[in-house]
């Protein structure tokens, strides 16, 4: 069983609030926008983390975390990317990678916007965590966490502050 932090688009922002809502899990993802490598290794010296790059991360961050990632996590196959969309509105390239990988929980960020919506076509769950940082239109920075246990998504919660 695994404890799960999701964040995306912290855009250079990882501050207390964040911090307190993620101190219990195990693992934190993050689904791109770290916004710079400092950020990163910061989010990494709190907790093991597993993320991709996003469209605003430069060099520093795509050195240390790659575009797209399909990885196990207890018996789930996840497939994380930072653009995504979501079902019936996919990006052409998450498309291909969804259908290719064919995840039980695909992962992305970029829109700001929280989603936690199932896909029944595709037989997944797709996971938006929002946005965790303070630079974007939203209004509400919201991030995730979970429980996966015995190939099942559990006790899903979302943290919301103010921007």
Same mark, same amino acid.
């Given at each position: 069983?695994?404890?799960?932090?999701?964040?995306?688009?912290?855009?250079?922002?990882?501050?207390?609030?964040?911090?307190?809502?993620?101190?219990?899990?195990?693992?934190?993802?993050?689904?791109?926008?770290?916004?710079?490598?400092?950020?990163? +290794?910061?989010?990494?010296?709190?907790?093991?983390?597993?993320?991709?790059?996003?469209?605003?991360?430069?060099?520093?961050?795509?050195?240390?975390?790659?575009?797209?990632?399909?990885?196990?996590?207890?018996?789930?196959?996840?497939?994380?990317?930072?653009?995504?969309?979501?079902?019936?509105?996919?990006?052409? #390239?998450?498309? #291909?990678?969804?259908?290719?990988?064919?995840?039980?929980?695909?992962?992305?960020?970029?829109?700001?916007?929280?989603?936690?919506?199932?896909?029944?076509?595709?037989?997944?769950?797709?996971?938006?965590?929002?946005?965790?940082?303070?630079?974007?239109?939203?209004?509400?920075?919201?991030?995730?966490?979970?429980?996966?246990?015995?190939? +099942?998504?559990?006790?899903?919660?979302?943290?919301?502050?103010?921007?």
């Amino acid at each position: 069983m695994a404890y799960i932090g999701l964040i995306s688009d912290t855009h250079g922002y990882f501050d207390e609030k964040l911090r307190k809502f993620l101190e219990p899990v195990d693992v934190v993802w993050h689904a791109g926008d770290f916004g710079t490598g400092a950020v990163a +290794q910061e989010i990494a010296a709190f907790k093991p983390l597993v993320g991709v790059y996003g469209n605003c991360d430069g060099y520093d961050v795509r050195d240390y975390h790659p575009v797209m990632h399909f990885f196990e996590q207890d018996g789930m196959s996840v497939l994380m990317t930072h653009i995504g969309g979501y079902p019936g509105r996919y990006d052409y #390239r998450a498309l #291909r990678l969804i259908e290719a990988y064919r995840p039980q929980i695909f992962v992305c960020g970029h829109s700001h916007i929280l989603k936690v919506v199932r896909d029944k076509h595709y037989d997944m769950m797709v996971l938006n965590p929002g946005a965790a940082g303070i630079q974007g239109f939203h209004l509400v920075r919201t991030a995730l966490r979970f429980r996966i246990e015995d190939g +099942q998504l559990k006790d899903m919660e979302v943290g919301e502050w103010e921007r």
